[in-house]
């Protein structure tokens, strides 16, 4: 499966922004999706993932109460609405579709390109 992430981009403290990854080329029920982030410096750390159908979700302590991740099945599409965004938010995030609810990379078996979110103070 391919996978494309949008919608980055240059956003005040305290705004919004919703990233998008479109899948292709694949089957995108049959994937658990997630997103991760990795921030200039650091290395690539979960924000968030969901079931296929998309009736459990789950998040990084860091952005839980702020970030909602959602899919679009009919679409094929996993969102990213992120809420009252901090300078510490920036970073280019992925998305990523693997086989099972998991918060480490290597359970990922395909990943996007990356979008960049940078957050300004």
């Known amino acids: 499966v391919q996978l494309q992430a949008s919608g980055g981009g240059l956003v005040q403290a305290a705004g919004s922004l919703r990233l998008s990854c479109a899948a292709s080329?694949?089957?995108?029920?049959?994937?658990?999706m997630g997103w991760f982030r990795q921030a200039p410096g650091k290395e690539r750390e979960f924000v968030s993932t969901?079931?296929?159908?998309?009736?459990?979700?789950y998040y990084a302590d860091s952005v839980k109460g702020r970030f909602t991740i959602s899919r679009d099945n009919a679409k094929n599409t996993v969102y990213l609405q992120m809420n009252s965004l901090k300078p510490e938010d920036t970073a280019v995030y992925y998305c990523?579709?693997?086989?099972?609810?998991?918060?480490?990379?290597?359970?990922?078996?395909?990943w996007g390109q990356g979008t960049l979110v940078t957050v300004s103070s």
């Open positions: 990523a579709a693997g086989n099972n609810i998991r918060v480490q990379e290597k359970d990922y078996d395909y």
């Open positions: 080329g694949g089957t995108f029920t049959s994937y658990v």
């Open positions: 969901i079931s296929r159908s998309g009736s459990f979700t």
